[in-house]
């Protein structure tokens, strides 16, 4: 493999070299990337969702189908805009009180079965050291976030049980973090490597 | 004593360069490390094993760029194991930046694989809306994916003749940067019992594991880690398992970076409080 030709490989590992730079300290080139980043993502997240919103869930079903019951949700829509009059803004009220209602009645059913599951989770069928660990867990867990009883004594200790808990759950959460900082770096350096140098296959 | 001192003042720039340099090393060396399949990784790739020829799975792109290296692998081993199985991906798109994503995965592997568009695939791209999207695809897909990503009707493709709602999907996938895949959880497994399997970039995949405890997905892939894993039981290992080895030094050194950092700093407090007692 031989170092590239293409200029937009060259384009993102130049950036990819002007980010990293920001570990050495703040400096032009990183801030350049950044401010780049930004407004492609932007214009980006734009252009998609023009294309496969706005022409496919109001252009097409208005245009081609004549389904003018698009009309309602796209004033809906507009009138999130009315915040940004003062006079008017109040009609922002209106969607937002669909979204809230819609939302609400469509989460709660939802809601339950995934808590019941959850729940049903914590409620071993077998005696195994796994699902101990797991009952004790949830047990002092919960007790140490009920603070309608002082923690002394027995609660005391139980909660100390649970605090605990947490910190093995903080471990574990900080551990996949490294893990996944380090797994980014590892795809920046093997895109360097072997699309932009060609070190590696 | 004095280099604990100094090693409670050193420059980040140094670990900087140290991580640089076990991150760099085992990607030239390229030595050989074991990568064992862990059970949630296994679930899944035994469940899309055994499902018939002509099954539909929904995939489901919630990632963008800064996710690439962690979701991208396992979406091309997904796909491989999909189009070598005769099952059929469906691809929609969650986070909108993830779409050129999705799709050059799909169209670098259904090449490979020789899979023809609109009949072994399709790219139904991306629609905003989450949960109302989620529900709605529970009655009727059309609803919301009327068109392709190309803004093509999905009726002019044989593969969509026969698909209408979850009823249709033997399982869906969510590749997952955020907390979308709650919202999958939630509405498509809670309500519509549909099976979901999951890829967690590695910072969101520890919340994770306890739907997999409650048999609410039936595995999960998490990280980098889990992508070589899956690499490895399709038998074609790629850049997932080709960074493991730089991943394990490098969570070597960070151990060790904890373990003395530790120390420096026990011996350092120990020291200012004899200076203190004088």
């Known amino acids: 493999m031989a170092i590239s030709t ?172 490294i893990m996944a900082r380090i797994s980014l770096f590892i795809g920046r350096i093997q895109f360097l490597l072997s699309d932009w140098l060609g070190i590696i296959k | 004593m004095k280099i604990f001192e100094k090693l409670s003042h050193i420059d980040r720039r140094f670990i900087y360069i140290l991580i640089a340099i076990v991150v760099i090393v085992p990607l030239l060396l390229k030595p050989k490390l074991p990568i064992v399949p862990t059970k949630p990784v296994k679930d899944i790739y035994d469940y899309v094993e055994n499902l018939p020829q002509g099954s539909n799975i929904l995939i489901s792109i919630d990632y963008d760029a800064a996710s690439m290296p962690e979701q991208q692998p396992f979406l091309e081993a997904l796909l491989r194991q999909c189009f070598r199985n005769k099952l059929k991906p469906i691809m929609i798109v969650q986070w909108q930046l993830g779409a050129p994503l999705g799709t050059t995965g799909l169209e670098k592997i259904a090449k490979e694989c020789n899979a023809q568009y609109g009949v072994d695939y399709i790219n139904l791209g991306y629609r905003p809306g989450y949960v109302a999207q989620m529900v709605g695809i529970g009655r009727e897909i059309r609803d919301y994916f009327a068109v392709d990503y190309k803004n093509v009707s999905i009726d002019s493709f044989p593969i969509m003749r026969n698909i209408h709602n979850y009823n249709d999907f033997a399982l869906l996938v969510g590749l997952e940067a955020g907390a979308t895949y709650l919202l999958w959880v939630e509405y498509a497994g809670g309500r519509f019992k549909q099976k979901i399997a999951l890829a967690l970039n590695a910072v969101s995949a520890p919340d994770a594991y306890y739907f997999y405890q409650s048999k609410q997905i039936i595995g999960l892939v998490g990280g980098m880690k889990g992508a070589a894993e899956y690499e490895v039981l399709e038998n074609k290992p790629d850049l997932a398992v080709a960074g493991m080895a730089s991943q394990s030094y490098s969570h070597i050194l960070i151990i060790l970076f904890i373990v003395l950092g530790n120390i420096t700093y026990f011996v350092e407090k120990s020291r200012k409080k004899k200076e203190g007692g004088r």
Do not use: C
């Not at chain 1, 492609?40 to 706005?54: A, C, D, L, P, R």
């Not at chain 1, 002082?150 to 139980?158: A, S």
């Open chain 1, 6 to 177: 293409s200029i937009w490989i060259w384009i993102s590992a130049l950036l990819t070299l002007a980010i990293y730079s920001f570990l050495y300290k703040d400096n032009p080139f990183y801030k350049f990337a950044e401010y780049l980043l930004v407004g492609i993502s932007i214009g980006y997240g734009i252009s998609v969702y023009w294309h496969n919103t706005i022409i496919t869930k109001v252009y097409n079903p208005l245009v081609h189908d004549k389904d003018f019951l698009v009309i309602i949700p796209l004033l809906l829509g507009l009138l999130m805009f009315s915040r940004f009059f003062k006079n008017y803004s109040h009609l922002s009220r209106i969607p937002i009180a669909f979204i809230v209602g819609a939302g609400t009645g469509l989460s709660i059913p939802s809601s339950f079965e995934f808590l019941f599951k959850q729940v049903q989770g914590t409620m071993p069928t077998a005696f195994t050291i796994g699902n101990l660990i797991i009952i004790i867990g949830v047990i002092t867990t919960l007790i140490y976030f009920f603070f309608s009883m002082e923690h002394k004594g027995f609660i005391g200790k139980v909660s100390r049980v649970g605090i605990t808990f947490i910190m093995i759950a903080f471990g574990a959460a900080f551990g996949y973090t």
